[in-house]
Structure formats: C-alpha cells, structure tokens
C-alpha cells in the first residue's frame, strides 16, 4: 500500500524546484481573505483537472459591488497565493467587473507564476466566476 506522503512525495519535490515571486511566496505564507463569506451572496467552487485540486469561493455584494470575497482552498502553493490575491482583486469592483478577472491578472498581480502553475490561477478565477453567477442567479429568484 502507497502512503499518501510516498505519493505526493514527486509532487512536493517539483514543488520545491518551483521558483515564485517574493509577492506569491507572501500570499502563501499569509494568505488574505480565508475561510467563507457568513451567509454568502455567492458561493463557487472548481477545481484543476490536472491535479484534482479545488478552490471555492464565497462573495457578498452590496449595489453590485463585491465587498467581500473569502476563499478556500485544497490545493498548492500556487492555488492558495491566487485565490488569495484574487479575493482582493475582487474585492470593490462590480460583479461585471470581478467577473472579467481572468487568470493573466492574477498572475500579473502576483509578479508571475511558474509556467505548469498556470491552471492553478486559472482554478481561483473559475470558483471566483461561478460565485458571482451564483449570486446572479439568487439575486433573480
Ligand atoms: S497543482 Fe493542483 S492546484 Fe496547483
């Protein structure tokens, strides 16, 4: 029988062997906006087909603005350093605007990520998108 630590060993090793920003390792490390919105106006998850990773995120809006979005997320380095900083990109804009975050933003805003991370950000903004349509559709019932 495989232990899980024997089988995430490769994986922890690439991880290693990764180089991040100084902006990324900070979100890692001390991640904003953890943990899930009380009462959410939104709530969505997805998850990396790569990996089977997932993220969800939670958002309150208020005059069709976000004004809170908290996140969490079972996932790697890259995962919690873009929903980390996708929540506070997030946060002050309007539904429309939140929802064309796309993952060269969150990138952006973390100085860059390691080229096989990509997917990782690209998790973040599915589960921030579907929070938002997610609070678009409650909105409406
Ligand atoms: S490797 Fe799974 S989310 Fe990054």
Redesign the pocket.
Known sequence: MIERSEAARP?ARREQQDLYSAAAVDHFTSPRNVGGVEEPDGKGSDT?P????R?TITVRLRDGRVTEARFR?F?????IASASVLTELAAGRTAAEARALGPGDVISALGGLPER?E??AL?AVGALRAALVDAQVRARA
């Open positions: 994986e990396n790569a990996c089977g990773d993220t997320t996932g790697c380095v890259a995962a991370k997917g990782c998790m």
